[in-house]
């Protein structure tokens, strides 16, 4: 257990729909990651946010956003739903916002399209 | 793209041999990383290795790299069934956007008991 959560598990939505999920970090960790898995496009690198701000930004979509709370919990919203959006969701935690740092990863959300 | 790709795409192997990986990257960088990922679960990490050292080991587990080639090899002694997984190579190096952890494609490993 690498002490990160993420909510839902799965997810099965339409296509056109909006959905949130959830991520919170390793207690004490300042920085969260989102990234996408997909079969085709492997693990892609969405987005940064450190101690609330956003530290880094990937290949996200503009239908794509994300915030960073006081608490240091993460949700990522997405919306206008393509088939294509359906993947694995990993969210990751580490102390630092940059720098030699490894990354926790939390167990993910499938997020089904149809 | 992809700032790391990993070699081979997939390996099979019998318990007890060793496996090789190799990671080739295209830009200079701070840090490379190895995570394992069972199928569907998240990564896990496995070792870091700064842009000044040439070797690190970790258990069964030794990385090597190579900046002047911009490559990296992560060996696994001994395999078991249980290292039957997915490999990734991460590099750590500021792009656009940021300072940036990308992945490779990963090679799939298959440990046969």
């Known amino acids: 257990d690498s002490g990160v959560t993420q909510t839902p598990k799965h997810l099965i939505t339409a296509t056109g729909q909006r959905v949130t999920l959830r991520c919170s970090p390793r207690?004490?960790?300042?920085?969260v990651y989102w990234y996408q898995q997909s079969l085709d496009q492997g693990l892609q690198f969405l987005i940064q946010?450190?101690?609330?701000?956003?530290?880094a930004k990937g290949n996200i979509l503009e239908r794509f956003s994300a915030q960073q709370f006081p608490d240091l919990h993460s949700e990522l919203n997405l919306s206008s739903l393509e088939l294509g959006d359906s993947a694995l969701y990993f969210c990751?935690?580490?102390?630092?916002?940059?720098?030699?740092?490894?990354?926790?990863f939390g167990p993910g959300t499938r997020l089904t399209v149809t | 793209s992809q700032q790391g790709e990993e070699d081979p795409q997939a390996l099979s192997i019998q318990e007890g041999e060793n496996a090789t990986m190799n990671c080739s990257y295209k830009?200079?960088?701070?840090?490379l990383q190895w995570y394992r990922q069972n199928s569907g679960r998240g990564l896990v990490h496995l070792i870091l290795?700064?842009?000044?050292?040439r070797e690190k080991h970790s258990g069964r587990l030794r990385v090597t790299l190579d900046t002047s080639k911009k490559s990296s090899s992560l060996l696994i002694t001994a395999s078991r069934a249980a290292d039957t997984a997915s490999y990734f190579c991460?590099?750590?190096?500021?792009?656009?956007?940021?300072?940036?952890?990308?992945f490779g494609a990963g090679t799939r490993l298959f440990v046969k008991a």
């Open positions: 990751a935690s580490s102390p630092g916002g940059q720098g030699i740092y490894e990354q926790y």
């Open positions: 207690s004490g960790d300042l920085s």
């Open positions: 946010y450190y101690n609330g701000e956003e530290r």
């Open positions: 830009t200079s960088i701070n840090n």
């Open positions: 290795i700064r842009s000044n050292e």
């Open positions: 991460a590099t750590d190096a500021w792009h656009t956007g940021g300072f940036k952890t990308i």
